[in-house]
């Protein structure tokens, strides 16, 4: 195999298993919201960034893996946020970054300063991590009860995130936002493709509880 090949099958291999961790860590902060689980959070915060160190050491992703240092070291070291904002503002490793640091404002309820954070996100290249950041900024709108923003991001991500793209997620909060602005039988036809079609996906058994509770 050529090396330019398994670079990118390195890259790929990669960009898989982050956009995996994102979506178990969105999915499992989810269950935990509001509740005394902080601490189990954290371990699971730490066990994926670990795991993802040695992801970007295989691929030589030196940035990768200081970026993914500093942002598991930020509850003990709050000035790293500064770093995380210097290498946001650059290039392609940048979108780690400013995704990483914007999930950070998100935990704290600095919905205003993650907004800022995401809105400089560039719109290309298309992949795992824009749509991760499309995903996030849905959220912020959704918790900041702008729906109307919230449903615009959800559909944009459905209709344009690539094949293999996780979107049980995304699906069911689409349809939340929907439920929330009172477009109830159009959230019900959602909550319904997550239960029928994504059976093993996070959200089937909440998604078949809404569509009790609507029907």
């Not at 691929?59 to 500064?82: F, H, Q, W």
């Not at 996100?121 to 849905?138: A, H, K, V």
């Amino acid at each position: 195999m050529k090396r330019t090949e398994r670079k990118h099958l390195k890259e790929n291999e990669f960009a898989h298993g982050l956009q995996r961790f994102f979506h178990f860590l969105g999915v499992y902060k989810m269950w935990i919201a509001g509740a005394a689980a902080v601490a189990a959070a954290g371990l699971l915060v730490f066990l994926g960034v670990k795991f993802f160190q040695a992801k970007a050491l295989e691929r030589k992703g030196k940035t990768e893996t200081e970026i993914l240092e500093v942002y598991a070291g930020l509850d003990k070291n709050p000035e790293a946020v500064a770093r995380l904002e210097t290498w946001a503002d650059k290039g392609r490793s940048g979108r780690l970054a400013g995704l990483l640091l914007a999930g950070h404002w998100v935990e704290r309820g600095e919905l205003e300063k993650a907004e800022a954070v995401l809105s400089k996100i560039p719109d290309s290249p298309r992949d795992f991590l824009f749509y991760q950041s499309r995903d996030l900024m849905g959220q912020v709108y959704f918790q900041r009860k702008n729906y109307d923003k919230a449903i615009e991001v959800y559909t944009a991500i459905q209709s344009g995130a690539p094949e293999g793209y996780v979107l049980d997620v995304v699906l069911f909060r689409l349809a939340e936002a929907l439920e929330k602005k009172g477009q109830k039988s159009e959230a019900l036809e959602l909550y319904k493709k997550v239960r029928d079609e994504h059976i093993e996906g996070a959200f089937s058994y909440q998604a078949a509880q809404k569509v009790r509770e609507l029907e």
